[in-house]
C-alpha cells in the first residue's frame, strides 16, 4: 500500500467514517452500523463469520499479528497473580492458543479474588472495569481441558454478582447501600451496557435482581445503547477526545464485545467503533506515544508517553518504539492478543508508521455554548432535546451537568432516582441546595458562572496535530478560552516518551507529597485553571492565557475553586540532550527533536526539595514559571534536523 499522507488522510468527519466503515471488513455486505444503519437480516447468522477472517486482504498481516500475540502473552503469563483478573484471563487465553501450556489454575480461588468481590459488593465507583476482566475469565474459564478450567466456586461467584449488580442509573436503589457507580461518561456508558449485555447472553433465563428482568430482557434494554454509542462515534467523534486514559476503556469494551458477543449486529458494531478507536489513537501516534491534545487526563498519565494507559496497547499494535512494554497485564494488549475474531485493518497500522511529516485535523463532540442566555425553550443540537429525561446520560457523558441547558432533566432525575445522595456529586448537591432546588434559580446561576462551574464541560473540539520524524506538536484549537476545565489537556510537544512540553494555568499549588501521580484536578499539572486560546499552524503554537473569571465573578466560587497567579510549562531539562536559555526563550534538544518555548512574562526554574516534593527522580529542573499574573503569551515552535543543526535552528 502506498504511503498515506496524514495531511489528507483525515480531511473531514465524512472521509474519517468511511475509513472506519471501509476497516470494519463486515462480510455481510450491509452499509451500515449503529443504531439505526444497516440490515441484520443481511449479517450471517454465525457472529464467527461476520467479520472479514484474521489473514484477509486489506487486515494486518496474520503471522506478524500472531508472533506479536504470541509474544505479548509468553510475557503476562510469566507469573501469576491470582487476585488480578486480567492476569487470570491472560492465562486462560494463552492456555486456549496453546495446549502444551500448563500453569497454576487452582490458585484461582473465590478466596483470592476477595478484593473484587469487596468493591463490586459495596457497589464501589468503577466496578464496571472489573465486570469486563471477569468477563473474560466466566468465558474463556469453561473450557475442556485442566488448563482452560476454572474452579466452578469462582465461576458461580462471578454470576452471581453479575445478576446481583445494579446496572443503571434509573434501577431500583440497593437497599442500605448508596451506589457510587458514575454512570455516565462516554467510557462507563459503554462498559456498563456491554457488561450487562454479555451477562444476560450468559444467563437468559434468570432473573436479575435489582432490575427484575430477565437476562434476555436485560439484552433487549441494553443493545440499543451499545449500537447508539458506536453510532455516536462515527457521527460525533469522541467526547473524550485522544485520551490516552479513556480510549483504553473504550477499546476494551468493544473487544469483549466482539469476542465474546453471540448477536452478529453486535459484534459488526463493535468492531467498527474498535477501528475508529485505533484509527484515532494511530493517527496520533508519534515514538509509541498517544501523542495529542485531550479532553481528559491526569498528571500521572502525562508527564511521560510511558505513563499513559494506552502505551502497551500502542506498542502490541504499531510497535513504534524501542521502550519496553509497561504493562504485563495491560487491558487492551492481554485481550487483543487473545483475539480470534478481530484483527485491525492494514491501513490503521499504515497511518501508525506513515512518512512524515504530516498534519492531522479532526472535530469532536457537539457545540453547546454555557454563556448563551437563558431562554424557556433553547434548542437543542442534532434533536438531543434538553428536556427530555431519557437525553440526560447523553449529555452528561459531555460533562455537561453544570449547564443551564440541562438543568431542568438534571434536578428531575436527581431528585428521582437519589443522585444527589452519591459522593461524586456531593459538590453538585450543595450548588443545588445554595439555589433552593429551583430550576429557574439554577439555570440562572449556572449561566452567570459557566466559566467556573462547567470544569467538565468537554465541548466541540478541533484539534491539530503537526508530525515529524522527530519530534510532534498538538493542539486543541480556540477551545472554550478563558474557561475552567478539571482534566484537558490543551498542547504539547514531543521529541519521545520523556522529552515533551507544555504549559498550564494552575488551579492549585503543588502537592506537598512525594507520590509524583498526586495531583487532583483541576490542580497544579492536571487541567486548567483557565483554558488557552491556542492557534497552530504545523510546527508552531501561540498559546494564549487570559482568564474569564476572577474572585469578582463569585465569591463562594472562588473559596472552593481559587487559581494561582502565574503560569508554568514543564520542560524537563534533564530528558533532553542540552537546554539553552535565551532571553525569554527556552529551547531543548535531544537526539534530531528540537523544542523552543518563549513566554511573554520572564520565567524562572521553580526549586523542587525531593524529600517533600515528587520529582520522578529528576535533580535537575523542570518547572518553568511564568510569574506576574496569570495572563500570558506563551509561543512553541519545533524542529528537526531537517531544518538544520540545532545551532542553525536557534
Not at 121 to 136: C, I, K, N, S
Not at 169 to 198: C, M, R, T
Not at 337 to 342: D, F, K, L, Q, V
Amino acid at each position: 500500500m502506498a504511503a498515506i499522507n496524514r495531511r489528507r488522510f483525515l480531511a473531514g468527519s465524512a472521509g474519517f467514517a468511511g475509513a472506519v466503515w471501509l476497516g470494519a471488513c463486515s462480510s455481510g455486505g450491509s452499509d451500515g452500523g449503529g443504531g439505526e444503519g444497516g440490515d441484520p437480516a443481511a449479517l450471517p447468522s454465525d457472529p464467527d463469520e461476520v467479520l472479514a477472517a484474521p489473514g484477509s486482504p486489506g487486515l494486518v498481516d496474520e503471522a506478524r499479528y500472531q508472533e506479536r500475540a504470541d509474544a505479548y502473552l509468553a510475557l503476562a503469563t510469566e507469573e501469576l497473580d491470582p487476585g488480578n483478573v486480567t492476569g487470570i484471563a491472560a492465562h486462560l487465553l494463552r492456555a486456549h492458543r496453546d495446549p502444551d501450556f500448563t500453569w497454576d489454575i487452582d490458585a484461582v480461588t473465590v478466596d483470592g479474588l476477595s478484593e473484587r468481590w469487596q468493591q463490586i459488593d459495596d457497589l464501589e465507583d468503577t466496578r464496571d472495569f472489573t465486570f469486563m476482566y471477569l468477563h473474560w475469565v466466566l468465558a474463556m474459564g469453561q473450557g475442556d481441558t485442566p488448563m482452560t478450567s476454572i474452579d466452578p466456586e469462582v465461576l458461580d461467584a462471578i454470576r452471581q454478582r453479575m445478576l446481583d449488580n445494579r446496572w443503571r442509573y434509573d434501577d431500583p436503589q440497593v437497599p442500605g447501600k448508596v451506589d457510587a457507580q458514575w454512570f455516565w461518561s462516554e467510557n462507563h456508558i459503554l462498559i456498563l451496557a456491554a457488561d450487562e449485555y454479555l451477562a444476560g447472553q450468559a444467563m437468559p433465563e434468570e432473573t436479575f435482581t435489582v432490575s427484575g428482568l430477565t437476562g434476555t430482557e436485560s439484552m433487549a434494554r441494553t443493545k440499543p445503547v451499545i449500537l447508539d454509542w458506536v453510532a455516536e462515534r462515527a457521527r460525533f467523534g469522541f467526547f473524550e477526545w485522544h485520551s490516552h486514559v479513556y480510549m483504553l476503556k473504550n477499546i476494551t469494551p468493544l473487544t469483549m464485545l466482539v469476542e465474546l458477543a453471540d448477536d452478529p449486529e453486535i459484534v459488526r458494531a463493535a468492531a467498527m467503533g474498535l477501528d475508529l478507536c485505533l484509527l484515532d489513537m494511530a493517527a496520533h501516534t508519534h515514538a509509541g506515544c498517544y501523542v495529542a491534545s485531550r479532553g481528559r487526563t491526569y498528571k500521572k498519565d502525562k508527564m511521560k508517553g510511558t505513563d499513559e494507559d494506552t502505551f502497551s496497547t500502542n506498542k502490541f499494535l504499531f510497535d513504534d518504539t524501542d521502550e519496553d512494554y509497561t504493562s504485563v497485564t495491560d487491558n487492551g494488549a492481554t485481550y487483543l492478543a487473545g483475539a480470534r475474531r478481530y484483527r485491525p485493518p492494514q491501513v490503521v497500522l499504515d497511518v501508525a508508521t506513515a512518512p512524515a511529516p504530516g498534519v492531522v485535523r479532526e472535530r469532536h463532540g457537539i457545540f453547546v455554548d454555557g454563556a448563551d442566555p437563558v431562554t424557556e425553550d433553547p434548542e437543542a443540537p442534532f434533536g438531543y432535546d434538553f428536556d427530555d429525561p431519557a437525553n440526560l446520560s447523553f449529555w452528561w457523558s459531555q460533562g455537561a451537568v453544570g449547564m443551564w441547558q440541562v438543568a431542568g432533566i438534571s434536578l428531575s432525575e436527581a431528585e428521582e432516582h437519589d443522585l444527589l445522595e452519591t459522593p461524586l456529586l456531593e459538590q453538585v448537591k450543595q450548588l443545588v441546595d445554595l439555589n433552593g432546588r429551583d430550576p429557574d434559580r439554577i439555570r440562572t446561576w449556572e449561566q452567570a458562572n459557566h466559566a467556573i462551574i462547567n470544569f467538565g464541560h468537554l465541548r466541540e473540539a478541533n484539534t491539530y496535530a503537526w508530525r515529524g520524524d522527530e519530534v510532534s506538536l498538538a493542539s486543541v484549537l480556540d477551545h472554550r478560552f478563558g474557561q475552567q476545565r478539571d482534566q484537558i489537556h490543551a498542547w504539547s510537544a514531543t521529541v519521545d516518551a520523556e522529552a515533551l512540553v507544555f504549559t498550564t494555568h494552575p488551579s492549585t499549588d503543588r502537592a506537598e507529597s512525594t507520590d509524583w501521580g498526586d495531583d487532583d484536578g483541576p490542580g497544579y499539572w492536571t487541567g486548567e485553571a483557565s483554558i488557552p486560546r491556542v492557534a497552530q499552524h504545523e510546527k508552531t503554537a501561540i498559546v494564549v492565557y487570559q482568564p474569564a473569571w476572577d474572585e469578582s465573578t463569585d465569591e463562594l466560587l472562588w473559596s472552593v475553586f481559587p487559581y494561582r497567579d502565574f503560569t508554568h510549562a514543564y520542560f524537563p531539562t534533564e530528558r533532553f540532550d542540552e537546554v539553552r536559555q535565551e532571553g525569554n526563550w527556552t529551547l531543548g534538544r535531544k537526539g534530531d527533536g528540537y523544542i523552543a518555548l518563549w513566554s511573554m512574562r520572564p520565567v524562572s526554574w521553580r526549586e523542587y526539595d525531593p524529600a517533600v516534593y515528587a520529582t520522578d527522580d529528576m535533580t535537575e529542573p523542570f518547572d518553568l514559571v511564568a510569574e506576574g499574573g496569570p495572563d500570558n503569551i506563551w509561543v512553541c515552535e519545533v524542529g528537526e534536523a531537517a531544518d538544520g543543526t540545532f545551532d542553525e535552528w536557534v
